[in-house]
């Protein structure tokens, strides 16, 4: 005579995920000074913005998730979003089984156990895609945000190093700018 028995299981895990997205960008600097002298006004405008210096000597700011970072030497930018969750999933499974027929109670244990880990992994799966969604969304985000200050780094920078340049070439006599406008006029006797 058969039997027929139900196996039900259930199995839980909690992972901590990780997701992040970043781009990488030039900025656009013209080479009015030599380079270490773009560079140390790119890098004197940066911290005068909450960019922080580091030992490879990159400027760095931190806006909670997303960090920034400036390479004053080359330009280029990196800007980078993290987001990071521990996550909980749970996962429930039933199988019925006859004790004369088909698989023993043993391997249709064990069947049960493999599908519920799969069950696991694919929700985590699920929350992962979720994860970096959110990391490229806050990215793009910031990106949008971001794209006005670093226009007015690099025109700031253009102004000073104009500046700069015009005094090696002589006597600057007059100079006006238009903040409106964004013109700058040098006057200089050689």
């Known amino acids: 005579m058969s039997r ?86 749970e996962a429930n499974r039933e199988a019925s089984g006859f004790n004369d027929v088909g698989p023993d109670e043993q391997s249709l244990r064990s069947r049960v156990k493999e599908q519920l880990k799969q069950d696991l992994d694919k ?22 945000e971001l794209q006005p200050e670093i226009s007015e780094i690099v025109n700031k920078v253009t102004r000073d190093a104009l500046k700069e340049k015009a005094k090696q070439l002589g006597t600057v006599k007059e100079m006006s700018e238009d903040a409106e406008t964004g013109s700058l006029t040098i006057t200089i006797e050689v």
């Open 4 to 89: 027929a028995y139900r196996i039900s299981m259930k199995d839980s895990d909690t992972r901590c995920l990780k997701a992040g997205d970043e781009i990488g960008t030039q900025l656009e600097l013209l080479d009015i000074l030599p380079p270490e002298g773009m560079g140390a006004l790119l890098r004197e405008e940066l911290a005068r913005r909450g960019f922080e210096e580091q030992p490879d000597g990159t400027m760095t700011r931190a806006d909670g998730s997303v960090t920034i970072t400036v390479d004053p030497c080359s330009g280029e930018i990196t800007v980078k979003a993290a987001a990071e969750e521990t996550i909980s999933q």
């Open 123 to 144: 929700k985590f799966e699920q929350e992962q895609s979720r994860l970096q969604n959110e990391a490229t969304e806050r990215l793009e985000k910031r990106l949008e």
